[in-house]
T-cell receptor, first 112, second 113 residues
Framework: TQLLEQSPQFLSIQEGENLTVYCNSS?????LQWYRQEPGEGPVLLVT?????EVKKLKRLTFQFGDARKDSSLHITAAQPGDTGLYLC????????????FGQGTTLQVKP | KAGVTQTPRYLIKTRGQQVTLSCSPI?????VSWYQQTPGQGLQFLFE???????NKGNFPGRFSGRQFSNSRSEMNVSTLELGDSALYLC????????????FGQGTRLTVV
């Protein structure tokens, strides 16, 4: 069974601080996606990483896929209150399945 | 371009009843997947449909079923509702089966009392 361990589960920081969220597995994933979810809403796709070692940047967010495609990280620089939300990583076990395996999520609170 | 539309947004049902949830994918998308989200278990995969065929099924009891229509719209049904079925049910739309990017709807919040 493929599992994704996401850490930390909760993070409360001050505006302007940096943070990193980790997503780890013992399994290889064909791709990995990061989502952000607001309470009562559906997850919104932030980025998809496919190639081992790939790094993608989205404004102040930097996403990295591990060389072995078993882990990923999300780094936020100079966090802002608008970054508050639930961050989810989701891996696809193979390229021919639509099934996503989700981490438990990281609840981020950025205080002004 | 319209996003993924799920209806209804909220539902309250009584134990033992059945419920049908609907999902309209992004125009042109032919793959639909369903997920259950609860505080304790997080997001768990229910099933995946492509071209009216179920391609994958998660580890849920047979009370959970689904189908996809020729216009790619999908429905999921839960029969004999239990209190533990209370959850946010999310539908994800992808262009093709196994496609790398999945886009989610706002979900249907089901409360079983």
């Amino acid at each position: 069974t493929q599992l994704l361990e996401q850490s930390p589960q909760f993070l409360s920081i001050q505006e302007g601080e940096n943070l990193t969220v980790y997503c780890n597995s013992s399994s290889v994933f064909s791709s990995l996606q990061w989502y952000r979810q607001e309470p009562g809403e559906g997850p919104v796709l932030l980025v998809t990483v496919v190639t081992g070692g790939e790094v993608k940047k989205l404004k102040r967010l930097t996403f990295q896929f591990g060389d072995a495609r078993k882990d990923s990280s999300l780094h936020i620089t100079a966090a802002q209150p608008g970054d508050t939300g639930l961050y989810l990583c989701a891996g696809r076990g193979s390229s021919n399945t639509g099934k996503l395996i989700f981490g438990q999520g990281t609840t981020l609170q950025v205080k002004p | 371009k319209a996003g993924v539309t799920q209806t209804p947004r909220y539902l309250i049902k009584t134990r033992g009843q059945q419920v049908t949830l609907s999902c309209s994918p992004i125009s042109g998308h032919r793959s639909v997947s369903w997920y259950q989200q609860t505080p304790g278990q997080g997001l768990q995969f229910l099933f995946e449909y492509f071209s009216e065929t179920q391609r994958n099924k998660g580890n849920f009891p047979g009370r959970f079923s689904g189908r996809q229509f020729s216009n790619s719209r999908s429905e999921m049904n839960v029969s004999t509702l239990e209190l533990g079925d209370s959850a946010l049910y999310l539908c994800a739309s992808s262009f093709a089966a196994g496609d790398t990017e999945a886009f989610f709807g706002q979900g249907t919040r089901l409360t079983v009392v």
